[in-house]
C-alpha cells in the first residue's frame, strides 16, 4: 500500500480537527527495572551477525525474559520505530520483532497477549495499518498469531505523571499502553533534526495522537516534553538494534555504519547511553557534538529521577557471537565514552 506526504497529512489534519476522547486516568507509578545488578541497571551489549541469535543472546546475558515473564497475566506491548515505511535501519527491522515475540512464545506468553502498537509519523507514515504492512510487520504478526493495534484508529486515555512539568494538561496515551502488563521497545538508532538522536526515550513519539504532536513541535522545550513522555508509561525491556546505524543527517542508507551489536538493558535511559557512545565511536553526525551525558535528553532525565545519570549506574555484559577482534576495543570505547 502506498504511504505518502499527501495522505499522511491529509489523515493527519482531520485527526487534528476530530481529536480522540481521552479520559483521565490515575496515574501509574513506574515500574521498576527487573534488570539489575547491585542497584545498577544490567545493560547487554553482543557482537552478532545474525540478528535472532543476538537478541536472544542479549536478552540471555540479562537474565531471561523470567524476570518480566513470571507473574505477568495481562498483555505483552512491543511498540517498534515504523515512522515510515523506509526499511531498516530507518525504522525497525520486521526480524527483530520477529525474534522478540519469538522469545516471548518460548518463555510461555500466549501468542494473543503479545500485541505490535504503533503510531507512524504525521509527514509519511499514516496510516500506521499501510506502514507496517510495507515493512513486513504484518506478515509477523500473521505468522505467528499476535494482536496489533494501530494506535490512531483504536481508544486513548490521559495520564497526569506528577512530573511531567512540560504537560500541565496531562499526556494522551493510547489505552493499549496505559492498559498492558509489559511494554518492550524495539528502537533503532539515528541522528534526529530535533531530539538529536533517536532510541527509546523518543520512541514515546509514537504514542501521541495528533493534539499532542502538535504540543510536542510548538517549538517550546522540545527536550523537556519529550522525555516527560517516558513519564506517562513503563517500559520492561529495551531491545536496541545496532546492526547498522544510519550517521549522517540525510540518513543515506548507503553510510550506514555496520557495528553489528544488538543493546539491551530494562532501562531507557542506560540503554540509550551506550547506544549513544557506540554511536560516537562511529561519528554519528550531531551526536559527535557533545560528550554522552551532556545531551539534553539525558540532562532532563537527571532531573526527572530517571536513572542512570553516569557510568557509575550501569553494568555492562557482553558477549562477542562472532569472534570480532575488535569487540574488546568496542566495549573499551563505549566505557570510556560513559565516563565522559
Not at 512464545?105 to 510495507?134: D, F, W, Y
Not at 549513544?276 to 559527535?288: C, D, F, K, N
Request: with cysteine.
Amino acid at each position: 500500500m502506498e504511504v505518502n506526504n499527501e495522505g499522511s497529512m491529509a489523515l493527519y489534519n482531520r485527526l487534528l480537527k476530530d481529536p480522540p476522547w481521552g479520559p483521565t486516568m490515575p496515574y501509574k507509578p513506574l515500574r521498576a527495572n527487573a534488570y539489575t545488578e547491585n542497584g545498577k541497571a544490567l545493560v547487554a551489549i553482543v557482537r552478532s551477525d545474525d540478528r535472532s541469535c543476538g537478541i536472544s543472546e542479549a536478552t540471555s546475558l540479562l537474565g531471561g525474559l523470567g524476570p518480566i515473564v513470571e507473574g505477568a497475566r495481562g498483555k505483552f506491548l512491543i511498540k517498534p520505530n515504523c515512522n515510515t515505511d523506509d526499511p531498516y535501519p530507518r525504522d525497525t527491522h520486521p526480524e527483530t520483532f520477529r525474534a522478540i515475540a519469538n522469545g516471548l512464545l518460548g518463555a510461555g506468553v500466549p501468542a494473543g497477549k503479545i500485541v505490535l502498537g504503533e503510531t507512524s509519523g504525521r509527514a509519511r507514515g499514516l496510516p500506521t495499518r499501510h506502514t507496517l504492512e510495507n515493512l513486513g510487520m504484518l506478515e509477523v504478526v500473521e505468522d505467528l498469531g499476535l494482536g496489533v493495534c494501530f494506535f490512531e484508529e483504536d481508544e486513548w486515555v490521559t495520564v497526569k505523571p506528577p512530573e511531567a512539568a512540560s504537560w500541565p494538561e496531562g499526556i494522551k496515551i493510547p489505552r493499549r499502553v496505559y492498559d498492558a502488563e509489559r511494554v518492550i521497545l524495539t528502537p533503532i538508532m539515528r541522528p534526529h533534526s530535533n531530539a538529536t538522536f533517536t532510541i527509546s526515550l523518543k520512541l514515546a513519539v509514537g504514542m501521541l495522537d495528533s493534539m499532542g504532536r502538535e504540543w510536542l513541535h510548538n517549538g517550546h522545550a522540545f527536550h523537556e516534553k519529550m522525555v516527560d513522555l517516558n513519564l506517562a508509561y513503563s517500559a520492561d525491556l529495551v531491545v536496541a538494534d545496532a546492526t547498522k546505524i544510519l550517521v549522517d543527517k540525510k540518513l543515506t542508507p548507503r553510510k550506514a555504519a555496520a557495528p553489528g551489536i544488538i543493546i539491551a538493558s530494562g532501562s531507557r535511559v542506560a540503554s540509550d547511553a551506550v547506544s549513544v557512545a557506540l554511536m560516537r565511536l562511529h561519528g554519528v553526525e550531531r551526536i559527535m557534538e557533545r560528550t554522552v551525558w551532556e545531551h539534553e535528553q539525558f540532562k532532563v532525565a537527571k532531573s526527572r529521577d530517571l536513572s542512570p545519570s553516569g557510568l557509575e549506574g550501569i553494568a555492562l555484559r557482553t558477549s562477542n557471537l562472532a569472534d570480532d577482534p575488535g569487540f574488546e576495543d568496542t566495549v573499551s570505547g563505549i566505557e570510556s565514552e560513559l565516563e565522559g
